[in-house]
């Protein structure tokens, strides 16, 4: 599968001088890797934004620098907190003949039955899996299919997530991944009834009472 090629600059402008090319309409960004030295780089901001939209920790890019060409990971964006904007891009380099540990984002799939039948209530264990491949065989996702959990408490276990080729999953085989949960159960609301408050007993001694008590 041909790789979606990003094109690059070196950058010398660092500092405050950074915001004068966000302002030109580039991007800044930074190649580093274990074979190759830390090196700021710039990119056209609309073109990156367009091919960077979508990708995850695991999308593999080959990155063109002056000629030169590197597979890549993308390892950080950040945003304008206010505008969504690219601010700054991290890649890494990788080699094609050396194995990386990486985490690919888990997507599910299907309606399960528990849900449909039971209201039961889906509830994600985990959102990615750590997983041991040549960056050329690395999925930008996988893919876990819920369609077969039929009952309340059924649930998916790493050791039931389905890789495909040479990648390895790394992560304890009994870790849950997804497990369906009964509805919370509605709060009920008793009305409590007050008893309406006794009045009290009031006893009064009448004028002829008081009198005999007085004489004795």
Do not use: W
């Not at 056209?44 to 934004?49: D, N, Q, T, V």
């Not at 960077?52 to 063109?64: G, I, P, V, Y």
């Not at 009064?204 to 009198?211: P, T």
């Amino acid at each position: 599968m041909e790789r979606t090629v990003i094109e690059a600059t070196r950058r010398t402008a660092i500092g405050k001088k950074v915001e004068a090319l966000r302002r030109a309409g580039k991007l800044p960004a930074v190649l580093y890797g274990t074979h190759i030295q830390a090196t700021p780089i710039t990119l056209e901001l609309r073109e990156s934004s367009r091919i960077l939209a979508s990708t995850t920790s695991s999308s593999l890019f080959n990155l063109n620098l002056d000629g030169v060409v590197h597979a890549v990971l993308v390892r950080e964006k950040q945003r304008d907190f206010i505008t969504g904007i690219l601010q700054h891009v991290d890649f890494q380099t990788v080699s094609l003949t050396e194995k990386i540990r990486t985490s690919v984002r888990i997507v599910f799939t299907g309606l399960a039955p528990a849900v449909k039948d039971f209201n039961g209530v889906v509830v994600n264990g985990a959102g990615e899996v750590e997983v041991e491949c040549f960056p050329q065989d690395l999925p930008e996702k996988i893919l876990v299919d819920i369609s077969n959990l039929n009952k309340i408490g059924d649930g998916i276990y790493m050791r039931d997530v389905k890789v495909e080729g040479n990648v390895v999953i790394l992560q304890n085989p009994d870790e849950m991944v997804v497990i369906i949960t009964a509805p919370a159960a509605e709060e009920v609301v008793e009305e409590v009834v007050v008893p309406a408050a006794e009045e009290p007993e009031i006893i009064e001694k009448g004028k002829k009472e008081e009198e005999e008590e007085a004489e004795e």
